[in-house]
Structure formats: C-alpha cells, structure tokens
C-alpha cells in the first residue's frame, strides 16, 4: 500500500507565478480531500470529489483556487496567481466507501508550499 | 467560528503516565467524532472514533471519552510512550454521515523519559 502520493513536497515561488500541487489517492479510494494546514486557521477543508466528480469548493478561498480530478488516480490544485498569504501545508487525503464517515481519511505527507 | 477547539496548544507527560487531550465542540448535531494523530513532516492518521451513541470506546491504550452534555470529549493514552509524541487532533464532520470534516487546532503532546 503506497499510500496517498503528493508532489512536490516542498514548493518555492514568487508572488504571482502559478502553483500546481499534485496528488495521486490510493489505488481504490472514490473521495478526495484537499486540505490546508496554516498557523492561524488550522487544518481546512478546501473542496472534496467523490468518484471525480467535485462535491463541496465552499472552502476555496478565491477565484485563483481551482481543483480538478480527471481520473480517479490523480487529482491538482492550482493556484493562480499565487500570493505570499497562500503560504501553507496542503494536504490531500483520499477515502474508500463513498467517503463515509467510517471510512476514515488516508492523508498525504503534503507539500509545504512557501510564497515570497 | 471554530465549532471544534482543542484549547491546550501543548501538553508535556512523563514516559509511563496517563495523557489525557480534551476537546470541545459547540454543534449539537455532530454525531461521530474522530481523533487524529500527526508527526512532523508526515500527514494526519486516523487513530479511534466515538459515536455520540456511545460515551466510551477503547483501543489498546487509547481510549476516548464522549461527554454530550457538556459537548466535550477527551483522548486517554494509558501508559504514554514516546512513540506518543505527537500533535493531536480532534474532528468531526459537518454533515451528517459524510467525511466534511472540521478540525480542531491541534494539540501537542510531549512524552519525556
């Protein structure tokens, strides 16, 4: 079991550039999750798929977040442009059963993602 | 508005005593709760759930209190180990039976020889 795949781990970039964080579920999960992790707002859903098909964005903070599943082994979040408050840990986790919720969520070890 | 919070942001315990981590929440409807473990550089895992049709549910050396009246739970470990060392968080989803899940801010426990 490989796990739930992020990439990259770390991420450095200038304002304005675009960002795109990468995750790959467990091989047999239909739910993804992404995720933010922040000093001051803790760990925060941003939106969640359920068999590809994006079910609740009301967590993307802006209109430069978008998320998309193309298959059911990969999923990206995109930032663009990027801003120095985007700065975070992004998490992404995947779940079996229809994200159920005994079917508890399997994370990433996520990409720290830093802004200048 | 944080419906759950974990208001400890540290917590230090002897190698071989009991930790306990509390949390409290302020939505009635929540239903099941869920507590997750974290060490640096990696992501959350699961560690043991509750349903507020239970007050108690136990495994191996972690046990978690469920206390509705009062809209808290809490986390034993029993005895701590360094193994332990950690930040914990507590969770409970938003809908009813679905995974939207609402984190506590995550508290972390020190577990000293």
């Known amino acids: 079991d490989a796990g739930v795949i992020q990439s990259p781990r770390h991420e450095v970039t200038e304002m304005g550039q675009e960002v795109t964080l990468r995750c790959k579920p467990i091989?047999?999960?239909?739910?993804l999750f992404w995720y933010r992790q922040t000093m001051m707002r803790g760990l925060e859903l941003l939106i969640y798929f359920n068999n590809n098909v994006p079910i609740d964005d009301s967590g993307m903070p802006e209109d430069r977040f978008s998320a998309k599943m193309p298959n059911a082994s990969f999923s990206t979040l995109k930032i663009q442009p990027s801003e120095p408050r985007d700065s975070a840990v992004y998490f992404c986790a995947s779940s079996p059963r229809g994200g159920r919720r005994n079917s508890p969520l399997h994370f990433g070890n996520g990409t720290r993602l830093t802004v200048t | 508005d944080q419906q759950v919070k974990q208001n400890s942001p540290s917590l230090s315990v002897q190698e071989g005593r009991i930790s306990i981590l509390n949390c409290d929440y302020t939505n009635s409807m929540f239903d099941y709760f869920l507590w997750y473990k974290k060490y640096p550089a990696e992501g959350p895992t699961f560690l043991i759930s509750i349903s507020s049709i239970k007050d108690k549910n136990e495994d191996g050396r972690f046990t978690v209190f469920l206390n509705k009246s009062a809209k808290h739970l809490s986390l034993h470990i029993v005895p701590s180990q360094p193994g332990d060392s950690a930040v914990y968080f507590c969770?409970?989803?938003?809908?009813?039976?679905?995974?939207?899940?609402?984190f506590g801010q995550g508290t972390r426990l020190t577990i000293n020889p």
């Open positions: 969770a409970a989803p938003l809908i009813q039976g679905a995974q939207k899940l609402v």
């Open positions: 091989s047999g999960h239909n739910s």
